[in-house]
């Protein structure tokens, strides 16, 4: 098992930034590949930003490309998420996902067995 502790969430204005970061514990927690999504009320959840398991691989969300920027540091076994020029759109839940295995970057939720209980942003306008 894998434990996933997200922080770092909060109210923002419009423009402004954040930085989310999850911390892994556990069995093999530096857990391959790992990801973020978020899911807004009333909305599915959607992808927004993976990494490989080595750090050097990495994929975006089409809305957040430019604006966001997903890391990893093994040797503490933390994935971050630094978030700028934050939109009243981004108003959502943030979850870390863990366990997406030694390929590339996954976008899809489906190959994430660990997941956080997540983190609010709120961006006001």
């Known amino acids: 098992q894998v434990q996933l502790v997200e922080s770092g969430g909060g109210l923002v204005q419009a423009g402004g930034s954040l930085r989310l970061s999850c911390v892994a514990s556990?069995?093999?927690?530096?857990?391959?590949?790992m990801g973020w999504f978020r899911q807004a009320p009333g909305k599915e959840r959607e992808f927004v930003a993976a990494?490989?398991?080595?750090?050097?691989?990495?994929t975006y969300a089409a809305s957040v490309k430019g604006r966001f920027t997903i890391s990893r540091d093994n040797a503490k076994n933390t994935v971050s998420l630094q978030m700028s020029t934050l939109k009243p759109e981004d108003t959502a839940k943030y979850y870390c996902?863990?366990?997406?295995?030694?390929?590339?970057?996954?976008?899809?939720?489906?190959?994430?067995?660990?997941w956080g209980q997540g983190t609010q942003v709120t961006v006001s306008s």
């Open positions: 990494i490989d398991w080595s750090g050097r691989g990495t």
């Open positions: 556990g069995r093999s927690s530096s857990s391959g590949g």
């Open positions: 996902a863990a366990g997406g295995g030694y390929g590339g970057p996954q976008a899809n939720p489906d190959q994430y067995p660990y």
